[in-house]
């Protein structure tokens, strides 16, 4: 076979697998197709199929394959680090800026303690931390990758609960924009390079300059041009990015964040979210399973994913908690925040591609966090679906106010 038939098998292999194990195992309530593609991407990654078919891992999964299906991962998942950055709401989080910093601080810098602590704990062994990591920089990615809200994710997820246009849907997502912009600042200061600082300052200047004018640009162009525009956009600020040693994705990130969501027609971005996630994220989960390793042995692997999902899930609790306490939330308010804000996904596998790409971490510590994301993921939907359904009213409570009433007893009161 040539190398465009092997192509084709292996996209064969990405598209059917996770959605036949989707469809006949109807695994939608306890992870969506998105979670199934990642876990398949596993399944087809070396550990797995590799460890099972050596011989066929490696006429299907050849070099030159992997070097078309990475082209196509890196652009679809820089489509969707854009989109999630240009669907940050800063200007909501800043009319409750109270509410929305106390809560969306205590849920990150929880997770991100104890994240640290088992970052910490994992230096004590062998096969952990990158060979071009400094101590710092692997405790500190290590535990931002227990802090991290998956937003693409959690919008998924809401709109599975019919919470997301609902006030406690918006509150959410106020919290996790914030922890967003958070997330990929630490990434930016792990990534410093001191030999490369004169680039990385240039291209940050160069950014804030060209934005300047690219946001001048956007508001004069009509709609249909400004979709077109801001790819162009998108692969510059990723191309500079790279240059400068800073990586793509916070490229690909800064791209979307200087953009307003009001620029575009909201159901066409909810489109292109959807389409982006159908017809190329797979790929980029498959060569994310391909980067497993579980070199130091399955055992220590699973171990050290467990510790990290305690760290992740009790951070998330405890800091949603306490700031329920602050602001007088109503009992098992914070219980449904947390939840759901420490689901993981998309944003912490991109997260640690990038370290893995940096050698901070090892691949068999980019393995035990993948797992961990997956699992995170896997636990909010069951989690909160039976909680909502007992707290139904707090749907439509508004940050700040008091307790709403149940909407039957809303509908009494006015009549």
């Known amino acids: 076979m040539n190398t465009t038939e092997i192509f084709l098998m292996a996209m064969l292999l990405i598209f059917s697998v996770p959605y036949l194990i989707w469809r006949l195992g109807r695994t939608d309530y306890y992870a969506p ?28 999964f050849n070099p030159s394959v992997i070097l078309a299906l990475n082209g196509i991962a890196w652009w679809a998942v820089m489509i969707f680090v854009m989109i999630a950055g240009i669907e940050l709401d800063l200007k909501k989080a800043w009319e409750h800026r109270r509410e929305s910093s106390i809560t969306a601080g205590l849920a990150l810098g929880m997770p991100l303690v104890l994240g640290c602590v088992a ?31 998956a937003l693409p994710i959690l919008i998924l997820l809401m709109e599975k609960l019919d919470i997301l246009r609902q006030p406690i849907g918006q509150r959410i997502l106020r919290y996790a ?62 191309f500079g990015a790279d240059w400068s040693g800073l990586h793509f994705m916070v490229g690909a990130f800064l791209a979307g964040a200087v953009m307003d969501a009001h620029w575009f ?36 692997v699973f171990v050290a994913a467990g510790v990290l999902l305690v760290a992740s899930v009790a951070g998330k609790l405890i800091g949603t908690h306490v700031a329920g306490k602050i602001l007088k939330w109503e009992k098992g308010e914070a219980s449904i925040i947390g939840w759901l804000l420490q689901t993981k996904a998309l944003i912490m596998i991109i997260f640690c ?29 069951p989690v909160v679906y039976p909680k909502l359904q007992r707290m139904r009213h707090l749907i439509f409570r508004s940050a700040g106010l008091a307790p709403a009433a149940p909407p039957a007893e809303q509908e009494r009161r006015r009549a």
């Open 33 to 60: 197709l998105v979670v199934v593609q990642i876990i398949a991407g596993i399944l087809l990654g070396p550990g797995i199929l590799g460890a099972a078919y050596p011989d066929y891992y490696k006429f299907v």
């Open 265 to 300: 027609n909201q159901e066409k971005m909810d489109l292109m979210r959807h389409h982006v996630l159908l017809a190329v994220m797979p790929v980029f989960f498959l060569s994310t399973g391909l980067r497993t390793n579980w070199a130091v042995g399955g055992q220590a």
């Open 177 to 238: 924009s914030l922890d967003d912009i958070a997330i990929w600042g630490v990434l930016a200061l792990i990534l410093l390079d001191w030999n490369r600082v004169g680039r990385q300052a240039g291209f940050l200047a160069a950014f804030a300059l060209a934005t300047f004018g690219f946001r001048r640009l956007m508001t004069w162009l009509k709609e249909s041009d400004r979709w077109y525009v801001a790819l162009i956009w998108l692969a510059a600020c990723g």
């Open 353 to 381: 591609n990038i370290l893995l790409d940096k050698q901070i971490i090892t691949s068999e510590t980019f393995t035990a966090l993948l797992l961990m994301a997956v699992a995170s993921t896997m636990l909010t939907v």
């Open 119 to 149: 970052g910490f704990c994992m230096l004590g062994y062998a096969g952990w931390i990158g060979p071009k990591a400094l101590t710092w920089q692997f405790v500190l990615g290590v535990g931002m990758s227990c802090a991290v809200t």
